[in-house]
């Protein structure tokens, strides 16, 4: 399989269903404890400060309790003392494909991502386990001031940068998992936009698990600085084990005043991986932030990206696509929290529910006092495929202040059976009128995609309706 | 009492005191009645009080929630109550009406000779737990709150003297509305109207529910409950109109079950009380049934309304619709937090809801929850949620035609809630709701002249 043709981003769910037998150097064992955090800045050699952070994380993760009062109760079914931590083969990421070892380099090529760089990335970091096995950025992109390096690396070298906004866009305390993330982060991609520069391709991590029993936890900071526009994307993956495995990431966004950042996710976890992830970002005057949130995988994905309009003028976008098949629930949505005048908000968000699989959107959008001049519009639909499907659409939208304007609209619908009589009669089988009636559902969002991914979208849906039908 | 997060280990001994006063009262009831009343205020006792990390109460101010300090005695003088019988006209036409104040039954006009043989019944609580405890025992307080209140229904059970039980049988239809009238007229006091009504197959009813306080400025407890269960093919008009005074922590708990092709239309105007909770749940429990859920609310000052809906399609083939407007002045709070709930097998629904809020100043504040839960995919559902403003352009097109400002905001106020209005099918009760929404707009508009 390895010598497949691998040439699109792969993230149909069997390419990614492979491990490998890897013998790791670094293993902070089982549990967690003071011991754990130790171990892990020891390994990294992390300076005295982010021990501290750590361990003033790890005290607020044990405090907070579970969410399960409005989240689903398949969160308690997590046993935090079974999960491994940390797992490393080498703490520095390899500059140069060859330096990988071979068989992290097979998972990777099975993955297409160094045939995706060749392409026209500018950067790609990957990410296996906790560390991160090869990162590399192109030197163009290299020397127009451009950083982009893993989370410690990025705290040690360039404080002066990082520090600064470091844990301040996701508080520790935010919320159990950014907690837990805040203590025990490893890997992830910390990128510095210099004032002015576009960076004209994308920049793409990777994130895959490969041990079972192990929770992966990135951390991400991007900053944008003064009129910088910044592209970048993820895609993830992991085996599916017998145990369930834990992803919980924290990413961090802040566009400086007229700033672009637009953040691409397609994550196709195996169906055991609960996903419990933190995003949010800060807009600054005239700055721009636009989340694409695509959500194939997992078995419980609990993310709703966020964007903090801080500055007059600014915008913020959310666009999500969930899909959630049988023993899946994609509970995602959006939060937009306006605190300047005149800064406007979207959030569409559509998701398809197959089988007994549960889509939920849960969103809130909060405009206080003394502010004029927001607008924000949320549109979210829901489709079912199935008989036992089930979608969950929860918004919350607080309003003051004058000259504000929110609108929320959502919708259910099912495929028509008329379309689909009207497309076989003309010689297409019920799935493949399946497949295109819900690649027509989705379609109006897609196409504000990167072609890569809108393509690569389509090929999943098809896939994922397969047998959906009969 | 304090309202801390914590529950609620044992009730305040000032109301212990007063359900051992209210259940000595009770002399005439049936051992049956009493008991379940014990049971409640143990219930009541052993419930927590919401927090604020309670879900149902999101938003909530749970602050002034303290139901202590209320008197569950209270009693105004017979004048008082004879003059509030005069005041409690509301409608010319009417099938009967019953007005309490206070908890204390003072007028009651029977159903005609000719609905009586037919077998209407149109009774005060009292009256009804005596002669139909079959009816009671098998209807009263028989759905359990889904949205919260599940403390202050144990309350409202322990307590509760007033409310009228209004069934109409199989096949009989009765043009004019009944009407039931409670006031609160003691300052400090607490009143809890109760309204039951069933419907037989194929029958068909109006009830207003009409709720006010003597005194304006008077500070007071509200604590209502209604239950409305449509028989087979039924049609049930349930309004409620809460004027209850400024000073006023009210609730007010509806419960609507529709059996198969029944059809509940229940409209709400919520004009009064410093802090106002609604909750209403409806039942489409057969195919084909339908509710209909309409309110508008006007709050000002530093009011705060909210409103809770549910509806649960338990049968396929049903539709329900919600429509909840709120204008805001001043420092006002609204929360809207609605929830569709389509069970598994309820295919082929209809369910749509809809909140929509005018804020008349910059300082008020808008909460929406529209919320849905589907399990059947066979379904139509929407909600949708606005908030927004007077638009500038409508103003000024009012003000260049010579039209004040106050006049024109009075206008758009108008026109926002005759959506809701026009659906009353009862002209005299249309005007009367008219009458208060003008009246609290003129208020409004006069503190700010």
């Known amino acids: 399989m390895p010598g497949e043709d691998t040439t699109a981003l792969e993230i149909d769910r069997e390419k990614g269903n492979f491990s490998y037998d890897i013998k790791y150097a670094y293993d902070a064992g089982t549990g967690l404890n003071e011991g754990v955090i130790d171990y892990i800045c020891d390994v990294k050699g992390e300076d005295d400060w982010i021990r501290a952070f750590r361990k003033k994380a790890l005290k607020v993760f044990e405090e907070k309790p579970m969410p399960t009062h409005w989240a689903t109760k398949d969160l308690e079914t997590i046993n935090f003392d079974k999960i491994r931590y940390y797992l490393a083969q080498d703490k520095k990421p390899k500059r140069t494909w060859d330096e990988v070892p071979d068989d992290i380099k097979q998972t990777f090529e099975r993955l297409g991502i160094p045939e995706q760089e060749r392409k026209f990335l500018a950067g790609v970091e990957a990410q296996f386990d906790s560390e991160a096995a090869y990162s590399n950025i192109k030197e163009a992109v290299g020397k127009q001031g451009v950083i982009f390096i893993g989370s410690t690396e990025g705290l040690m070298k360039h404080p002066e940068i990082f520090r600064k906004y470091f844990g301040k866009v996701i508080p520790t305390a935010d919320n159990k998992f950014s907690a837990l993330n805040s203590a025990v982060f490893s890997g992830g991609s910390f990128i510095y936009v210099p004032p002015g520069v576009k960076v004209s391709h994308p920049l793409q991590a990777y994130f895959r698990i490969n041990a079972e029993n192990f929770g992966q936890f990135e951390r991400t900071l991007i900053i944008a600085d003064e009129g910088s526009e910044v592209t970048y994307m993820e895609g993830c993956t992991a085996p599916k084990f017998n145990t369930s495995t834990l992803h919980s990431a924290v990413v961090e966004l802040v566009a400086l005043k007229g700033a672009k950042i637009e953040y691409i996710t397609v994550q196709n976890w195996a169906a055991n991986v609960f996903n419990l992830v933190t995003k949010r970002a800060w807009a600054e005057e005239g700055a721009t932030v636009k989340w694409i949130d695509c959500n194939i995988g997992s078995r419980l994905t609990m993310k709703y990206p966020g964007v903090v309009l801080k500055g007059r003028g600014a915008r913020g976008e959310v666009l999500s696509i969930a899909l959630a098949n049988d023993g899946q629930h994609q509970d995602t949505g959006a939060k937009m929290i306006h605190l300047a005048p005149d800064t406007t908000s979207n959030i569409i968000s559509k998701s398809i529910s197959v089988g007994e699989g549960r889509a939920t959107y849960r969103g809130q959008v909060h405009i206080p006092k003394h502010l004029t001049g927001c607008k924000n519009n949320t549109e979210c639909d829901a489709l079912l495929i199935n008989t036992n499907s089930r979608t969950d659409t929860y918004p919350a939208i607080s309003v003051r202040g004058n000259k504000n304007f929110v609108q929320h609209e959502a919708s259910v619908s099912k495929v028509s059976a008329e379309q689909i009589f009207y497309m076989m009669q003309r010689g297409l089988t019920e799935g493949e009128a399946m497949s295109l009636s819900v690649n027509g559902f989705v379609n109006d969002l897609t196409r504000q995609f990167p072609m890569e991914y809108s393509v690569e979208l389509k090929r999943l849906i098809d896939l994922e309706m397969e047998g959906s039908v009969g | ?449």
């Not at chain 2, 059996?259 to 919520?270: G, K, M, Y």
């Not at chain 2, 007077?390 to 106050?406: H, P, Q, S, T």
């Open chain 2, 1 to 449: 009492m304090s309202t801390s997060a914590s529950p609620m280990s044992t009730n305040g001994t000032g109301l212990a005191a007063a359900f051992e006063k209210h259940q000595a009262a009770q002399t005439g009831a049936p051992a049956w009645w009493q008991e379940l009343k014990k049971k409640a205020f143990a219930t009541y006792g052993e419930l927590p009080m919401p927090t604020r990390k309670t879900e149902t109460w999101r938003f909530a101010s749970i602050s002034g929630l303290s139901l202590e300090g209320y008197d569950f005695g209270a009693s105004a003088t017979g004048t008082v109550h004879t003059e509030l019988a005069d005041r409690a006209r509301l409608v010319a036409q009417r099938a009967g009406r019953i007005v309490f104040a206070d908890n204390k039954l003072v007028t009651h006009e029977r159903v005609s000779d000719e609905l009586a043989a037919q077998g209407v019944i149109f009774a005060p609580l009292a009256e009804a737990i005596v002669k139909h405890g079959d009816i009671l025992q098998e209807y009263f307080m028989a759905q359990d709150p889904q949205l919260g209140s599940e403390k202050f229904a144990a309350l409202h059970t322990a307590f509760v003297s007033s409310g009228v039980l209004l069934y109409v049988p199989k096949n009989v239809e009765v043009t004019l509305p009944f009407v039931a009238r409670y006031w609160s007229a003691t300052q400090g006091g607490a009143v809890l109207p109760h309204t039951l009504v069933i419907t037989g197959e194929n029958a068909k009813v109006t009830m207003v529910d009409a709720f006010d306080s003597a005194d304006r400025s008077s500070r007071g407890l509200a604590l209502g409950f209604n239950h409305i269960f449509a028989g087979r093919g039924s049609r049930i008009d349930y309004y409620v109109l809460q004027n209850w005074s400024d000073q006023t922590l009210g609730f007010q708990i509806n419960s609507l079950t529709a059996e198969r092709d029944a059809t509940i239309n229940a409209l709400a105007v919520n004009i009064g009380c410093a802090h106002y909770r609604c909750e209403t749940q409806s039942i489409m429990k057969g195919e084909g049934s339908h509710a209909e859920m309409l309110s508008l609310s006007i709050a000002d000052r530093d009011q705060e309304i909210d409103q809770r809906t549910l509806q649960i399609h338990q049968a396929g083939h049903a539709t329900s619709n919600l429509l909840f407007k709120n204008a805001l002045a001043d420092e006002a709070r609204t929360i809207f937090s609605g929830l569709i709930r389509v069970a598994p097998d309820a295919q082929k629904t209809d369910a749509y809801q809809t909140n929509r809020n005018l804020l008349l100043s910059g300082e008020a504040e808008a909460h929406s929850l529209p919320g849905l839960e589907i399990e059947a995919n066979d379904v139509k559902c929407s909600h949708g949620a606005t908030t927004s403003q007077i638009d500038e352009a409508e103003l000024f097109y009012m003000l260049a035609r010579g039209i004040n400002k106050a006049v024109a905001r009075e206008l758009f106020v108008f026109g926002f809630f005759e959506e809701v209005v026009s659906k009353i099918e009862n002209e005299e009760l249309a005007s009367r709701v008219r009458e208060l929404i003008l009246q609290k707009f003129r208020e409004e508009e006069a503190r700010h002249a």
